[in-house]
């Protein structure tokens, strides 16, 4: 039996909540909210949001990984990230993958909806884009990875 992915579990356990794995996870969070009737700063809506956040990070994880010795992790983030060639060694990797802007949650979604990640041109996009869009990414979560 294959092993869930974390954002699926995490859904998961809103029975009620009608989930659409194929949709940007923050969409589907910030629709299960309307649907529970959830107030912003509300007990239900925080502790949801902290286990979303949990599961965003496990997301991640599961499909980048957290090894930053793996060559095949930076391999397969230099590939979503549309980079070529993909160099082949992991400071090669490293140092491609550090003048790309992208938003983090957004790779966890690209996976998921098969879409190509955005990719920003300045430090100043990416951040205007993830203001409006609220993507924030939990990087100082407990369960992140070094990846």
Known sequence: ??????????????????Y?????AIYEFNRMCQFFKWQKKGDDRNLAYMRFKDALTGQFNSTYGTDV???NSWKRLAEVLRIS?????ISGCRKEIKKVF???TDLVDTARTDKDVVLFSSEHELSRYTKKSKKFFPRNEAKAGGF
């Open 1 to 18: 039996m294959a092993s869930q992915a974390p954002l699926d579990i995490f859904f998961a356990a809103y029975v009620a909540f009608e």
């Open 85 to 89: 060639p993909v160099p082949d060694t």
């Open 20 to 24: 659409d794995a194929s949709s940007p």
């Open 102 to 104: 992208v938003n983090i």
């Open 69 to 71: 010795h793996d060559y």
